[in-house]
């Protein structure tokens, strides 16, 4: 009897090596270079079957944990309107940065962004974490005011002001 092959998608391009992504949606996403076999492709698959169920399962667990009705976004935005700028304040001071602006958004691929002009916006969906995973977030931001990138020096930086940022940034990929 053949193995049950999950189902999934190929984007070839001009890349060496194949890769397995698991989208937002939870659908399996294959890479690979233009002229591998779809043999080839099928083995790396099933060699990989019970890490892509794995991570379709927490996928999914992230989207329902994620998933909120309007009420429930307009509850999370004003709390996040409420304790996000206070903190932004709070923290920009130890830091020593002035962001230019700050921004509460419905963001649903990444907490916060800071620019080029340094505006802060930070998503609502961050209120859904714990108080460490949220302070992690801003103060990420704001030391990319002094680093907009994610050097060694960035890491530092961050790392001067949460030692253990480390534990904070898995409480958002739990």
């Known amino acids: 009897m053949k193995e049950k092959m999950p189902e999934f998608e190929i984007k070839r391009s001009s890349r060496k090596t194949l890769s397995i992504e698991i989208t937002r949606e939870a659908k399996v996403l294959v890479r690979a270079p233009q002229r591998i076999k779809r043999d080839a492709i099928d083995a790396f698959v099933l ?52 962001p230019t602006s ?20 930070f998503s609502y969906r961050v209120m859904l974490y714990p108080k460490k995973a949220i302070d992690y977030v801003i103060i990420h931001e704001l030391c990319h ?10 890491w530092n930086e961050v ?3 949460m030692p253990d940022y480390k534990t904070a940034e898995n409480l958002l990929k739990s």
């Open 47 to 98: 060699k990989n079957k019970a890490w892509i169920y794995e991570h379709i399962k927490k996928m999914e667990e992230k989207n329902a944990r994620e998933a909120v009705d309007d009420a429930k976004k307009a509850e999370l935005t004003a709390l996040a309107k409420l304790i996000i700028p206070k903190k932004v304040e709070s923290f920009a001071k130890i830091i020593r940065v002035k």
């Open 159 to 161: 790392e001067k002001y």
């Open 145 to 154: 005011i002094l680093h907009h990138n994610h050097s060694k020096e960035f």
């Open 102 to 121: 700050v921004k509460i958004t419905s963001a649903k691929t990444r907490f916060g962004s800071c620019s080029g002009k340094n505006a802060l916006c």
